[in-house]
């Protein structure tokens, strides 16, 4: 995690302001931003302003958390026009002017407020042949993997995704293309692809590549800039690309 | 057509034309440096059958490569369906191969 512990001295921006300036999307698709005075407070993240808000100024307010600490991936939402984890954001981080503004996932189909519907997220996951199929009972013995070899080495790198929609908000062909299955599901079938248990391989090649596959990324990064856990999309859906070219030459390994 | 093969389509033909694009300007920046006439150009390039071939060869990989990126652009950029696509792609790759191959029938002198 990028984030640091921060003292309330040393937190960029918090000196000398003592209210934040919040908008807020109320609404469906059609909807508008509404302002709100928050206290600036010590070691405030943008979660702890949205909670604040809910319980003091609009009840209804639509949002969604869980864990707050980065775990469960829920609480993902445009952040002064960039998407992000609000729980680990600190105010002073993204609001040195004072002004916040927040607002739902883009890319995703806004239900009330905050919440997006994620179905078609999740549907994009299963649809790239991101569902491991397994070829052990529990009877037979673990499978050894190599933890020095190429395969495990790029798994690990991909493994830590927990599904917040992050990147699929943030990369533009998702907003161009409703087809493109996007960042996230994509880097999970890489990591099935580098996975030595995971049976269907040629299936989760053929998902991956197929028309809303890989072939539609632009290579522009922005998954990878904007991932809170820094994996890079960007590297796994080049990986996909590079293993389809050498099955198609007969040249693939595994 | 699977987008698999179309994707990988585009870059095969990429790696043909990357080497090709750039002895093409070479040539070109050689030619019109060295003040060579029409009428010297269309001598030499008819005077092997290596020029003509090699000129099929760039005009077959263009009209392969241009017309799977004009496709995703289309795709990208318009509401053009699927099959409007697929239609208007295939007709640019067909209008690029024969101006091509014409022009390279043009220049090998074997009409002549």
Known sequence: ?254 | MTETRLFLLQRISALVLAPMVILHLVVILYATRAGLSAEAILARTGSTPLWPVFYALFVVAAAVHAPIGLRNILREWTPLSRGVTDWLSLGFGVVLLVLGLRAVWAVSGWAA
């Open chain 1, 1 to 254: 995690m990028s984030d640091t512990v921060q003292t309330p001295t040393a937190e960029p921006g918090g000196s000398g302001i003592k209210t934040l300036e919040v908008q807020i999307w109320r609404g469906g698709a059609e909807g508008a931003f509404e302002t709100f005075s928050v206290p600036r407070r010590d070691n405030q993240t943008v979660l702890d302003v949205v909670t604040e808000v809910q319980r003091h100024h609009v009840p209804d307010l639509a949002y969604r958390f869980a864990c707050r600490v980065g775990v469960c991936g829920s609480c993902a939402m445009t952040v002064n026009g960039t998407p992000r984890w609000t729980c680990r954001t600190h105010v002073g981080k993204v609001a040195g002017d004072g002004k916040l503004s927040i607002a739902p996932l883009r890319n995703l189909p806004v239900i009330r407020d905050l919440v997006t519907d994620m179905g078609e997220f999740f549907d994009k996951w299963t649809k790239a042949g991101g569902k491991f199929t397994g070829t052990r009972s529990r009877a037979e013995p673990m499978a050894e993997v190599d933890p020095t070899s190429r395969a495990r080495r790029n798994a690990d790198a991909g493994i830590e995704c927990i599904n917040c929609a992050v990147c699929y908000s943030a990369c533009d062909v998702v907003s161009w293309d409703k087809d493109y299955l996007g960042p996230a599901a994509l880097n999970r079938a890489w990591t099935l692809l580098n996975d030595s248990r995971h049976a269907a391989q040629n299936e989760t090649l053929a998902a991956a590549t197929a028309h809303g596959g890989c072939g539609s990324c632009h290579t522009q990064g922005s998954c990878m800039r904007a991932c809170p856990v820094g994996i890079s999309p960007t590297r796994s859906i080049a990986g996909i690309k590079r293993m389809s070219l050498l099955d198609f030459l007969g040249m693939r390994r595994s």
